[in-house]
């Protein structure tokens, strides 16, 4: 029978490197819990509407990414999430969550993008989100940018930089979009066809290109940053003034717009240069329209998502040693009439918080003594637990320890286990 593979671009994460993961996932709990944000998991199939209003219907992700079908049963267009802000607000509005007052949120779980795989850019990707909705205050934007700023710092990643831009308010951009068709008309025999095809319907995405033979005409296009108001310039310095307050250094890019219709105000991305193209880490800005999009209320809100792979990756590139689960003993059982005592114990213990993982038998049985202190030797456990014969017929069990204090071993009661819990964890 044909041998069957996963799909091109969506990994599987095994043993032992899913331990990164749950590291990664802890890490990311304790600082969410500092921040006082709460977890929110909405569906990862959504209706194709969500999208094409939220995202945006000109968007490389709603033109040419998303994994959308038909549900067979009533024929409701739906699609694998490509981002999980859409879905975040829409559960928002759908429960009116912010009915007595803002909420602060956050998520992991799986996204889908149909693209070409390369390192760090896969068709299914994880995402690590933060949103805070029904805060229009520009302090909302620097916490956001802090959180994610102390969280990939106690993650260990280094050499990583911030960049800002702010897209103002609608009328400011939509004044902005209008000088940037008069420009780019000018030289639209310098445009590539993306940006021949973005002109007339979303030409602030041109300022996003990266064809190394447009940099030179994109540098010279009109900057938002000019057709900005008071206002808009007041909550953008605001912000930058609590970052530096904080001691976070940044800096201002006026090209920097995201790759979203739904942004607004500020917008920021955490970049390394040591994944190649695919180094942005984190990014994302505030979004006060999307709640009318989608049919809420107005509500303002800011986010941010990460994307979890690239930055594990980043940690490995830069030295990282990884995360290996700790284990504190190994059962070794030489013969089935052990299995039932040993058993027994092993249940004892781990009740306790003592992490034991238990020789199990294979088709060739259960293996030698030698054969079984080999297993105990790789599992990388702190000690061996021998439920052997003679230790049986004594009601003890032999402790040996594998790591520190190579060599020393004493024996313990079988049958109370419990009464040496403490030695075995004083010992770690």
């Known amino acids: ?75 409701e267009a739906l699609t694998l999430r490509p981002e999980n802000t859409p879905g975040v607000v829409r559960a928002a509005i759908e429960h009116n969550l912010t009915y007595d007052g803002g909420k602060r949120l956050y998520y992991m779980g799986p996204m889908f993008r149909h693209e070409r795989p390369q390192r760090g850019r896969y068709r299914q990707f994880y995402q690590l989100g933060a949103e805070a909705l029904g805060f229009a205050g520009p302090e909302l934007d620097a916490e956001l940018m802090l959180l994610a700023y102390q969280l990939l710092s106690d993650l260990g990643v280094r050499s990583m930089r911030i960049e800002l831009n702010s897209l103002g308010i609608p009328s400011e951009r939509h004044a902005h979009r209008a000088a940037l068709i008069v420009y780019f008309e000018k030289h639209v025999d310098l445009l590539d066809e993306d940006a021949r095809r973005r002109l007339r319907t979303n030409p602030l995405r041109i300022l996003d290109t990266k064809n190394p033979a447009m940099q030179d005409l994109v540098h010279q296009a009109p900057q938002l940053l000019d057709f900005l108001g008071e206002h808009s310039l007041k909550h953008f310095d605001t912000v930058k003034k609590l970052l530096s307050a904080c001691g976070v250094q940044w800096t201002v890019n006026p090209r ?101 993982q238990m020789h199990a038998s294979t088709a060739d049985g259960r293996g030698s003594i030698k054969s079984q202190f080999k297993r105990a030797n790789a599992s990388g456990a702190r000690f061996a637990l021998i439920f052997g014969a003679d230790e049986r017929a004594q009601g003890l069990v032999t402790i040996k320890a594998l790591r520190d204090g190579l060599g020393i071993q004493f024996a313990e009661s079988l049958h109370q286990p419990a009464q040496w819990v403490k030695r075995l964890q004083s010992a770690a």
């Open 1 to 75: 029978m044909e041998k069957l593979f996963a799909v091109k671009g969506m990994n599987d994460i095994l043993p032992p490197d899913s331990a990164r993961w749950e590291w990664f996932e802890d890490q990311v709990r304790r600082q969410m819990e500092r921040c006082a944000y709460r977890n929110i998991r909405t569906p990862i199939v959504e209706p194709t509407a969500l999208f094409v209003r939220g995202t945006g219907e000109t968007t490389d992700i709603v033109e040419k990414e998303m994994y959308s079908f038909d549900d067979r049963l009533n024929g």
């Open 256 to 356: 920097l717009v995201r790759g979203l219709d739904y942004y607004s105000h500020t917008v920021f991305e955490f970049i390394t240069d040591e994944l190649g193209a695919q180094g942005t880490l984190c990014g994302g800005g505030r979004y006060d329209g999307l709640f009318e999009l989608l049919g809420g209320k107005p509500t303002p809100a800011v986010g941010w998502g990460m994307g979890v792979e690239r930055v594990l990756e980043l940690l490995k590139a830069q030295g990282h040693v990884g995360v290996v689960p700790n284990l504190d003993a190994y059962a070794i059982i030489p013969d089935e009439v052990g299995l039932s005592d040993a058993m027994q114990c092993l249940q004892v213990l781990r009740s306790q918080g003592i992490s034991v």
